[in-house]
């Protein structure tokens, strides 16, 4: 059967030849190179899926882990499509190694009949940040507050490169959700509360990237989570939005017609539901709105264990391609689909498109001429260059909130500093989640500066440290006080009731900090460290210099070079910025439907100096 496929081959290059010749005939010039290469994409696909049996079939809609739910021979006795690597155990010491692994794996899915290349995923959101020693951008809501959509798409190409490197051509990215409240655990995984931003930067992404998306240094990109993740009421992780069709169609929708048009590759669905009918299973969205009114050509693979936590075969016939089989989903997938197609809940029809969407992605990355990742690329990890871009977007995310009597910029004479907060002397605190492991890190991490570095490096006089604001330096000029989140992921920042870890508002200790300071008439500037706006109202009226920095991960030294004035601020913010607890008691976030609720800043707002 090998042969066939042979066969096959033989077949596009006669194919090639016809379209070269139709091409050269002069007599359709407006044929592009793109349509001719679409053409014969669409002819390969085609002639791949005559060839599979319904098990190659579901094998290639299936996705796993490369460790624990399987054993290496899986992936040719199963004829998986995808293999996803989200946090450890990670696949090697150095990206070398990490490259051999999936080097590896993939050859046993060439040695299957057909030889099928694998498509390997990470959650790859904010640089290659599962990957200690690559660059890390600042988490999207920072992008957002840069409002650059050039250097969106130049942190979106770095990515792509750096996530080669380790092996991977799919990355889990820009999570284009539109957060409206505060409360829920990802605000800071998307770029704004604004759809005309949002739309704008998930653009800029995609095309970042994707690229040309043959080349070995680009990715396909997935825009996600379709829809709704951002706007579940009281802002809960995978719970249900009211929000009806219209307000989904006009508020949520615009950035997917966006990405779709700039051509991502995938669309991961979303754990929430809206009107209480599951994402995964809602096919007027996902097939009818995604694949056919936006003409979507990619996959929609699921979200997290999505066949058997959301409706098996409904999930499929809801318009869903490729399945995330993991934590002992695969064979309750495979099986349950397989008997499916036999009592005929799932079509043919459905499954041979869901087939040939995924085939047609590996096609246009190219696996099937070059399947293995590029040696060449690792010497690119967290190489100088990715780090000055990323160190630029550290510089125009920060938000300027307030500066009272020109507190800032700071003189870098000034005789003594004190810089005051653990998040001063952490980049894995400064990183926020998915930074090395899924729920982050609160460890220093390869090749990141801290935010206390960058100001002992800029500054030219004494800078004392301060951890706790224990020492009290009352002969200092003036304090710096760090403060904010701790890192989280998903569910687990969730703010809910109030009660859990997460808080709407800085603890009482980091409070402490600031008051300590101000209260001895030290100038006293503050640098919050955080996932999305907080109530702060308190702190800033006591500060006399108050900046929104978010996460801004590993070059938290770009952070001095705003504070020392050799850069002026430009971030704005991506979000309004509530002023009391109160404004969360409404369903939604500060500004939004509730028009009583009048933010502490404008969406917009950042001063300069
Ligand atoms: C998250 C996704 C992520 C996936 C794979 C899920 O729990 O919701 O955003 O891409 O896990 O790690």
Known sequence: MKNSYKNLKFINGLLIVALCFYALSGCKKAISKKIDNDVLIEQKVDSLLSLMTWDEKIGQMSQVRHFDDIIDDDISSKYIGSVIHT???????????????????????????????????????????TFEGATIFPHNIGL???????????????????????????????????????????VYEAFSESTALTSQLAKASVRGHQGNLSDKKTVMATAKHFIGDGSTDFGVEGGNTTLTMNEVSKYLLPPYHDAVAEGVGSVMVSFNSISELSMHAHKELVTDTLKIGMGFDGIVVTDWKGYSRFGANAIINAGVDMVMAVDGDLDVFQKGLKAGIVSKEVSQQRIDDAVKRILRQKFRLGL??????????????????????????VRESLVLLKNENNSLPIDKKTKKIVVVGEHANSSGLQSGGWTIWWQG??????????????????????????????????????????????????????????????KLTLSKIHQKYINTYADMGIKTIV????????????????????????????????????????????????????????????????????????????????LHY
């Open 527 to 606: 640098v919050l460290v955080s996932g999305r706006p907080l109530v702060v109202t308190d702190q800033i009226d006591k500060s006399d210099a108050f900046i929104a920095a978010w996460l801004p991960g590993s070059e938290g030294d770009g952070i001095a070079e705003v504070l020392f004035g050799d850069y002026n601020f430009t971030g704005k913010l991506p979000h309004s910025w509530p002023k009391s607890e109160e404004d969360f008691k409404s369903k939604y976030g500060p500004n939004f439907w509730d028009t009583s609720i009048t933010p502490l800043f404008e969406f917009g707002y950042g």
């Open 368 to 393: 099937f001429e070059n399947p293995f990742p590029d040696p060449n690329l690792i010497d690119k990890i967290g190489c100088q260059d990715h780090r000055d871009k990323a160190r630029q977007a």
């Open 441 to 502: 890190t609160q460890e220093n991490y390869k090749g990141a500066t801290t935010i206390l570095e960058g100001i002992q490096g800029t500054s030219e006089g004494l800078v004392v440290y301060d951890e706790s604001a224990t020492e009290k330096h009352a002969d200092a000029d003036i304090a710096i006080i760090v403060v904010g989140e701790t890192p989280y992921a998903e569910l687990f920042g969730d703010i809910g009731d109030g009660n859990g870890t997460h």
């Open 144 to 186: 957002g507050a840069t409002y650059n959509s050039k250097l969106v798409e130049e942190a979106a190409a770095i990515t792509a490169i750096e996530t080669q490197a380790t092996g991977f051509n799919w990355t889990f990215s820009p999570c284009i959700a539109i957060p409206y409240n505060e409360k829920w655990g990802r």
């Open 87 to 129: 946090q450890g155990p990670t696949p090697g010491k150095d990206a070398a190694d990490w490259q051999a692994r999936f080097v590896t794996l993939q050859n046993k899915a060439l040695a299957t009949r057909l030889g099928i290349p694998l498509l390997f995923a990470v959650d790859a959101v904010h640089g290659q940040n």
